[in-house]
């Protein structure tokens, strides 16, 4: 019994692993590929792979090098280049001979009331003291100051005693006689600008707040300019906003370079470094155009002095120009005479004598400071700023 079960065992076990070798190797067989899908007319071709042969287009010609076209340069798209901004452009300044002459009736429209009063009341038959009082008087109010008044007057009541008989062309002569001599035509009024050393001439501008100073230093550059001079500018004028650009536009216009400095920054240091400056480049005149102030602030005038004092550890200035507002009449000889104590005032420049201002004022503030008016201001154009002719002036004061 037991070797019957013992058999039937053997052989179940055969049976199994029969069957586990048949499942195995059908297991192993591949399935048939699956068919072919359509092909997707839409997908994009298939790119080539590394490795596989280029195919040369069979409807497609070979060409030689000499038959490739290459790309046109003028195609390419231009290289724009940006151009540097345009230098302003440097103007020719008017000629300074003769300019008082030419800006004459621009002169004689304001002046003309004290020359054609004196002429008109000495023209009288009979030169009483009334009449004599009332010649005074028109001095006086044309700004010719007391003392210049009294001695001309009394030239005047002289001549006329011992003339006579008196024509219109007579007086005329005799008036333009008188105010010459008043005017002192003896006086150098040349604008120094030549150093005696090998250095450029140095010429500081002063004066108090809004008489136009830094306006007549830029003018004063241009006089010097048509002149034939190389003019550097020193922008000294730290404390009113903007007074260096405003001094800079001015050198720009005739090619004259402007030294600056930081605003609010020390204006002696400015002024040292512009007159180093123009000795390196061998300038002819360097101009310093120095902070306006008024003539009660001690403190500021102080530091007038300190900027002179350190300019001249370069070289002595040549030129120490004030300048004064003609309108502001005999005010402005206590301004005057407070710059005077201050840095040795060499000439006078006087602006704005085509407006409101008073002949008279260039006599009596040439007597206050023994100086004499070099330069006078007749009008807002660029080249209105002219030397002081005495004969000129005259001729416009007493009229044709």
Request: net charge negative.
């Amino acid at each position: 019994m037991e070797i019957v079960i013992l058999a039937v065992v053997i052989a179940v076990v055969v049976i199994g692993a029969l069957g586990g070798l048949v499942i195995g190797s059908r297991r192993r067989k591949q399935l048939p590929p699956p068919p072919p899908a359509a092909p997707d007319i839409t997908a994009p071709p298939a790119e080539p792979h590394v490795g596989d042969e280029a195919e040369t287009p069979r409807d497609e010609t070979r060409r030689t090098i000499e038959e490739v076209d290459l790309p046109d340069a003028s195609a390419t798209a231009p290289v724009v280049v940006e151009e540097p901004p345009a230098a302003p452009e440097v103007e020719i300044p008017e000629p300074t001979a003769g300019r008082l002459v030419r800006l004459r009736t621009r002169l004689s429209r304001s002046q003309n009331a004290l020359g054609k009063g004196l002429l008109t009341l000495l023209s009288r038959e009979h030169l009483d003291e009334d009449t004599w009082e009332e010649i005074e008087d028109t001095l006086l109010t044309a700004d010719v100051g007391v003392q210049p008044t009294q001695e001309l007057v009394e030239r005047l009541r002289e001549r006329v005693r011992v003339l006579g008989t008196r024509t219109p062309e007579e007086l005329r002569t005799l008036l333009r006689e008188e105010l010459l001599t008043l005017l002192v035509p003896d006086f150098d009024r040349t604008v120094h600008t030549e150093s005696p050393l090998d250095t450029p001439g140095i010429v500081m501008v002063v004066g108090v707040n809004g008489t136009g100073k830094t306006t007549t230093t830029g003018k004063l550059a241009r006089v010097l300019v048509a002149d034939g001079k190389h003019v550097l500018l020193g922008a000294a004028d730290t404390f009113r906003a903007a007074a260096a650009d405003q001094l800079q536009t001015w050198g720009e216009r005739v090619g004259a370079r402007t030294v600056r400095g930081p605003e609010g920054g020390d204006p002696a240091s400015i002024a040292f470094d512009a007159v180093k400056e123009g000795i390196q480049e061998g300038a002819d005149v360097v101009l310093i155009d120095t902070a306006g102030r008024l003539h009660t602030k001690t403190g500021l005038m102080d530091e007038l002095g300190k900027v002179k004092r350190v300019v001249e550890k370069h070289a002595p200035l040549d030129e120490v120009l004030l300048v004064l507002d003609a309108t502001t009449g005999q005010n402005g000889l206590v301004q005057a005479r407070v710059f005077a104590e201050v840095v040795d005032i060499t000439g006078i420049v006087l602006t704005k004598l085509d407006g409101t201002a008073k002949g008279g004022i260039v006599i009596a503030v040439q007597r206050e400071l023994g100086v004499p008016v070099k330069l006078v201001g007749l009008g807002e154009g660029a080249d209105d700023l002219a030397p002081f002719e005495p004969e000129a002036f005259v001729d416009a004061l007493i009229g044709e």
